[in-house]
DNA sequence: ACATCTTGTGCACACGATTGCATGCCAGGT
DNA sequence: ACCTGGCATGCAATCGTGTGCACAAGATGT
């Protein structure tokens, strides 16, 4: 008999608290009267073992109602098969819909999505990176406002994709603004408005600037004069602040950062018994669902931001697959509904 | 020389694809000149330690930018330090408000959540149930409309807190709507009506049943008739839809399943040249942000929903640590805003 | 008949952390 | 001097899976 130094110690087996479904590989593989080494090739190597002792495995690993260990196979593998995926406010609903279509794409291909909110406090977005990237393959940062630098350091933790924000060196899904906007130039020109107020968002924001530089870009290509109206809160109540910037200017028409904003400075507008459109015409921007059930409804720039939180999951798997890929440019298009209307001189407000 | 018989093995050691820093418990250790153990017990048993060497050990953790591998730590202890959340539609902000707070709060305790959308399709539960509760500790279910004997399995499938459901043995946080029914019921008798309609949810919906059977309990105690409207799409749609249903019956006031399809069915009676709230009164459900956003603003019934969202995780928080609680009955209010008026003979439509 | 290749399987190590047990050390009681 | 006990630390096993390497058996080529 050959000395075996090994197996020497006997096992303790300490009463660890386990999984509800005890049942490990190594449970199918005595099962199956094979060696778990064969068990775990019948799964994840299957041209390596033979077809009919895999069928035997799997028909052996349901009856078993076998489940894999995700832990285990994370630790020996390096790969979480999770994905994060980081918001400034969920409450805002264009987060929920990029969520929506990251969670469909991730579910699809067997991956997990981690959601983090930062509460609109951009300095806690890199510590934030920091945990998700603890728990997960690669990150999602929608709409992030963290600084140009803890962006840079944020890459380096792990890989990661921009969406709706740029950054030189991260891959980023972007909205192509120029189609939508382009169109609102088009058809606010036909409407006969001459003057039209953009009404920004915070300050520091990438997209605010995105928005707005194209603005300047497309309008006045298109015989429009934009008037910048300030930068506000992105929230309903800072739409409502905008409204007497709006009034106190002569514009008779604003484009706003958002589709909340709008709502709010329309509402605002509403109870000074302005008549909108009639003296106010008013188009937002990313098409959130409530902007159709207004009344009136809103006449906004579509983001198509399911397909975005999708397109960001499929980058990352490419990437994390070693398939390089361009992330890609999203189109916008205008969405036309009831808050733009033929210009028409208001009455002093 | 002691024999040692281990260690004969040369190690391989092959080219794995690591985490980005593959600083592990192994380096520290090293640098610190003490065992793997300590430099785990540092971490995890404090009190173990010796105080100096604890703080050698954490500086140089911190200094070689070490974060311990979630895997691992998994793997070992059984436990994965992640929830999942289970909601049917992201899209409605009820959900983004529960996500929300159970977000917050698992954050601060250092878990991670997962998220799942069911699509609103009640088949799919149990299966992505499964999938979930291979990757975390335990999950909360919003609003499922699984059937009772999927409840079952899953509940046995891994630990499991309901939200807005309550189903026998498993424990749920649930929203007492009596409180808010009751109000709803005073206002709208104060306010001179007498039948009052409720234009109902999804026909299996627990919730659903859930608040017709309160308003069928408190209603008439306050000299009000219930007239049930049939059930409905819980979507804008599903309320624009209910729109004939509640011009053809003969009341002056309704309570709708939740605020978006109150929103359509506001929507879609004023598109109808009705005069809202002077003709009809309506109250809403959830009182989701965009309630307070319309014009007219919408009457509605409370639910914290955030609040919901931090007492489910609370709850698991405290049953995975052994320490029994009860989850708790979250309490509502009626929020009273601008679709609620004096009852008011409609011209027949 | 023998060399060579192919195929299917098992052995054993590795992943990175936790933890029961053993050990060595020092203080204090007798 | 010796035993006792607490404290700080190290050893080594363990969690469940993946995978390089070795090996046996059968297939193929000359």
Request: aromatic share 4%.
């Amino acid at each position: 008999m050959t000395q075996s130094p090994r197996q020497a110690a006997p096992r303790a087996q300490a009463q660890r608290r386990r999984e509800p479904s005890g049942v490990t590989l190594r449970h199918v593989a005595a099962a199956a009267g094979v060696s778990v080494a064969t068990a775990s090739r019948a799964f994840s190597r299957p041209e390596k073992v033979d077809p009919s002792t895999r069928a035997r495995i799997l028909r052996l690993a349901d009856d078993l109602r076998y489940v894999p260990n995700r832990a285990a196979q994370a630790l020996i593998t390096g790969r979480t098969m999770a994905l994060g995926l980081m918001v400034p406010d969920l409450t805002n609903p264009f987060f929920p819909g990029v969520i929506k279509g990251a969670q469909a794409r991730a579910r699809d291909r067997g991956l997990s999505l981690l959601i983090a909110d930062t509460d609109e406090d951009p300095g806690a977005e890199l510590a934030l990176v920091g945990q998700l990237a603890q728990r997960t393959d690669a990150i999602v940062l929608c709409s992030s406002r963290m600084p140009d630098d803890d962006l840079d350091r944020a890459a380096r933790l792990c890989p990661v994709v921009l969406v709706n924000r740029e950054h030189p060196g991260v891959p980023a899904v972007t909205f192509d603004s120029d189609a939508g906007v382009r169109e609102a130039a088009v058809h606010l020109r036909a409407l006969g408005h001459r003057r039209v107020g953009y009404v920004g968002g915070p300050a520091h924001s990438f997209s605010d600037a995105a928005r707005a530089a194209c603005l300047h870009a497309e309008f006045p290509a298109h015989g429009l004069e934009v008037v910048l109206l300030g930068n506000h809160d992105p929230s309903f109540e800072g739409g409502r602040r905008a409204a007497d910037v709006v009034l106190s200017s002569d514009v008779t028409a604003v484009m706003v950062h958002n589709d909340v904003m709008a709502l709010g400075l329309i509402g605002r507008l509403l109870d000074y018994g302005l008549d909108i459109p009639r003296e106010l015409s008013v188009i937002g921007w990313d098409d959130i669902e409530f902007a159709g059930m207004f009344t009136p409804g809103l006449t906004t720039v579509r983001m198509p931001r399911e397909e975005a939180g999708r397109a960001a999951v499929a980058y990352l798997e490419a990437a994390l697959g070693g398939r390089p890929s361009e992330p890609p440019r999203l189109e916008t298009r205008l969405v036309f509904r009831q808050t733009t209307a033929r210009e028409h001189q208001r009455r002093p407000g």
